[in-house]
């Protein structure tokens, strides 16, 4: 598998990006946050996305204008953003950094968006913050989108719903990416364009039976994603998914309740700063005293020890960022497509 640098692949996201009407600063964002997407191994939410997001930008689905973003609400703690669907990775590293302002004071942030376009890998965000001693949170779901059916049920009424979590630690930080669900769309939509079947049956087919392939999503009647903790103990995804929903599109005040279109997230936003509260020197002791006591616990397997969330994606993005990222076959067929059709066709790795 070819290997690419990652400044290289940034430095070709923004050129694109711009060419397709985005200002320098959100392009070169949205280009750094898909690359680190790529970085930490998540491929399906990496340099993948980027042919989505400039159709949608020449459609006029996609906004690269960064004057667009509205602040509605502002407290010395708390906003709400109106993103009009400017890209999403922008929206949110704009959130991120209104919220880390705040917490320096207040010790905390918080950030409520709405209309945004779609926002990449939530891990990608996590790092610089975590880095900082500081706890970043962010939850996100897609309010013109449903794939996951209520636990019982059998109809699609809400997202994956994930929610990312940066954890600071001396010896071991803590990067959690996780969804509502037992798999996410980009899963079930990847696995079928392979013709393969799923790693386990994580569909509920319209006729209310477990499946592990993915065309049982697309039947009719059609299929849903089911929540994490499947039929056994669905109940607690389903649970959680109903959180995520009330903190993104309840908060902002705008969801599905409004029948949006296209591709978009509802989003909340959060940094806490533990200086403002226990104290960082505190904190990282107990963090760390955690994590010796996760790694140090006897495996169930011995070929398989204890991982902690983000140890393998951050041991992934050293050997990445000194030896170059192995994008998957589909990814460099959708960087070829995108760049051929623009002022870099056969200036780059990509043709």
């Known amino acids: 598998m070819t290997r690419y640098d990652a400044a290289d692949l940034r430095t070709t996201l923004a050129t694109l990006f711009t060419e397709n009407g985005a200002s320098p600063e959100v392009a070169e964002t949205t280009a750094r946050i898909l690359v680190e997407g790529d970085l930490l191994g998540h491929h399906t939410h990496g340099v993948k996305l980027a042919n989505g997001y400039l159709k949608d930008l020449k459609a006029g689905h996609a906004s690269g204008d960064h ?100 954890i600071p630690g001396r010896e071991q930080p803590l990067l959690i990416d ?18 393969d079947r799923l790693d386990h049956p994580a ?17 009719s009647p059609e299929g849903s994603i089911l929540p994490l903790g499947e039929l056994a103990f669905g109940h607690k995804g389903f649970a959680l998914g109903l959180m995520v929903e009330a903190l993104t599109s309840a908060l902002s005040g705008y ?66 960022l000194d030896n170059g990222i192995p994008l998957p076959s589909d990814v460099v067929e959708a960087m070829r497509e995108a760049v051929a059709d623009s002022s870099l066709s056969g200036s780059t790795a990509f043709g």
């Open 67 to 166: 004057s667009r973003l509205e602040i509605q609400e502002n407290s010395p703690v708390a906003a709400l953003f109106d993103g009009h669907y400017l890209l999403g990775p922008y929206l949110v590293q704009r959130a991120l950094d209104h919220c880390r302002d705040a917490a320096a004071t207040f010790g905390i942030g918080m950030v409520s968006l709405k209309r945004s376009h779609h926002i990449a890998c939530l891990a990608a965000y996590l790092q610089p913050l975590v880095e900082a001693n500081l706890v970043p949170l962010i939850l996100t779901s897609d309010p013109a989108v449903a794939s996951v059916a209520p636990f019982g049920g059998l109809d699609r009424v809400y997202t994956p719903n994930p929610l990312a979590i940066g």
């Open 178 to 195: 996780v969804s509502m669900s037992t798999i996410t769309n980009g899963t079930v939509a990847k696995t079928r364009a392979a013709g």
């Open 203 to 219: 569909i509920l087919t319209g006729h209310g039976e477990i499946s592990d392939d993915p065309e049982d999503y697309f039947a």
């Open 255 to 320: 969801g599905r309740k409004d029948a949006p279109e296209g591709w978009g997230a509802s989003v909340m936003v959060m940094v806490i700063d533990p200086a403002r509260f226990g104290g960082v020197e505190p904190f990282l002791d107990e963090t760390d005293h955690l994590a010796r006591r996760c790694l140090g616990s006897r495996p169930r397997d011995p070929d398989r020890p204890v991982r902690l969330p983000g140890q393998s994606g951050l041991a992934r993005r050293r050997d990445y």
